[in-house]
């Protein structure tokens, strides 16, 4: 893993004016980005977010999964905390890429869920990797985080690189009819820790 800072400028969103530095992975041509917002420091817990791409929930306006409302979330926690951070991982479908991903969607048309679709593909239900978090962090001064997430994985895996995880936030947003029983699944087969009143139907909470 080579992980090679490129360069860095503000990026304005609706939530505020982020600084965003951009990284190239030398070795697999990946592109990932780092978000910062107010001035950190390195000495005290920052409130973060590490986030996988995920282009159809991002940028297409996807119900099928909660990614692109646990990014504005995020974003959204951060400007209003006055400082925090973004990784923005290109580890898309779990790092399985786009088109397989779409793939995979295919067959959960038909029936499967996101586990037994990925496998059907050959693939494990989540490839992805999270070496690249530790320059990146060294790049933007921070050691400790606040990290907004439901994944108990990626917590284990930041701390396994030696970053300090002193909270995990909860992110539960986004459950819609298009994405329970993907979130249920990732909560019975992935490990995601999500509270029992998060699945209660629409209509019944
Ligand atoms: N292969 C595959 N990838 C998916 C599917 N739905 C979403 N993804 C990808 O899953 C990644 C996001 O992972 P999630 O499991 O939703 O969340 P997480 O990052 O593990 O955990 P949180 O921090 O709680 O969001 C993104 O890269 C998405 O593109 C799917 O059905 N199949
Ligand atoms: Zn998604």
Redesign the pocket.
């Known amino acids: 893993m080579s992980i090679k800072y490129v360069a860095s400028s503000t990026l304005p969103t609706s939530w505020g004016v982020f600084d965003m530095h951009g990284f190239e992975d030398t070795e697999t041509g990946k592109e990932h980005v780092a978000l910062t917002f107010g001035v950190l420091d390195a000495e005290l817990p920052t409130l973060g977010?590490?986030?996988?791409?995920?282009?159809?929930?991002d940028a297409l306006f996807s119900l099928?999964?909660?990614?692109g409302f646990?990014l504005q979330t995020a974003m959204q926690n951060i400007a209003e905390a006055g400082q925090g951070f973004i990784l923005y991982l290109r580890?898309?479908?779990?790092?399985?890429g786009l088109l397989?991903?779409i793939r995979?969607?295919e067959l959960?048309d038909q029936g499967a869920n996101?586990v037994e679709?990925?496998e059907k593909l050959g693939?494990a239900a989540?490839m992805?990797k999270y070496d690249m978090i530790l320059p990146m962090m060294e790049k933007i001064g921070i050691k400790q985080v606040k990290l907004?997430?439901?994944?108990p994985?990626?917590v284990k895996a930041m701390q396994e690189l030696g970053i300090q995880v002193v909270e995990r936030i909860p992110?539960q947003v986004g459950k819609n009819r298009y994405n329970e029983a993907?979130l249920k699944t990732?909560s019975t087969e992935?490990g995601?820790m999500m509270s029992e009143h998060y699945f209660v139907v629409d209509g019944e909470s």
């Open positions: 977010r590490i986030h996988s791409e995920c282009l159809t929930g099928r999964c909660d990614c646990q580890q898309e479908g779990r790092g399985i397989n991903k995979a969607y959960q996101t679709a990925n693939f989540d992805r907004m997430t439901n994944n994985r990626k992110l993907y990732k992935l995601h």
